[in-house]
């Protein structure tokens, strides 16, 4: 049961790192570092954030604080990015050493105790937790990428559509498959695109 929540959790984790890179396709370098006024934060701060939170969060999961030293969390909310490889290499490696943290994790050690600021937090309760904080992070970015984008490209699925989409579903047996096994194969196409390579 561990094992297989543990793979859950990392498909989840790339589904939401693909939906970022898949709403940064579609926008312009400049609407990357727009903000909509002092107190909001543009795509590159976002990713600023998230990469901040990520690096300190799984660097040493097993042995250190979440909260590291050496992070300067007010930081990341400075709009001082400047350009899109720039902030694409901030994304990427926060979400390298999110992936590499997981893969390397036992079903055994979704019990052990880790602590952040102190706070006490089985391994699977921090997963949890940025399972719920990460997501809610790239909601913002899609969201200001629809704001923003000249034509938006649907990252589900596209309005007026869910009928034949739900019909093609049912037209297949039922599988024991997680939901973003297709959505993962298809967006993998795309890797070298999104990371600028």
């Not at 929540?5 to 570092?33: H, N, P, R, V």
């Not at 992070?137 to 034949?164: C, E, Y």
Request: one cysteine or more.
């Amino acid at each position: 049961m561990n094992n297989e929540y543990l793979q859950s959790a990392i498909k989840q984790f790339e589904y939401y790192k693909m939906l970022g890179e898949k709403t940064f396709e579609q926008l312009t370098d400049d609407q990357l570092f727009w903000q909509a006024n002092v107190e909001s934060n543009s795509i590159a701060v976002i990713v600023k954030h998230l990469s901040g939170n990520m690096l300190s969060r799984w660097t040493d999961l097993l042995t250190t604080d979440g909260e590291k030293p050496w992070r300067n969390r007010d930081a990341e909310f400075n709009n001082d990015m400047i350009s899109r490889s720039d902030m694409l290499n901030c994304w990427n490696e926060g979400w390298q050493t999110l992936l590499d943290a997981l893969y390397a994790l036992q079903p055994g050690d979704l019990e052990k105790i880790i602590y952040i600021r102190n706070q006490g937090h089985s391994v699977l309760e921090a997963i949890n937790r940025q399972l719920a904080h990460y997501p809610y992070h790239i909601g913002q970015i899609v969201f200001i990428g629809k704001k923003l984008a000249g034509q938006w490209t649907s990252l589900s699925i596209p309005r007026g559509k869910s009928v034949g989409y739900n019909t093609d579903k049912f037209s297949k047996p039922k599988r024991r498959q997680h939901f973003t096994d297709e959505i993962l194969s298809d967006g993998k196409q795309n890797d070298d695109t999104a990371t600028g390579k």
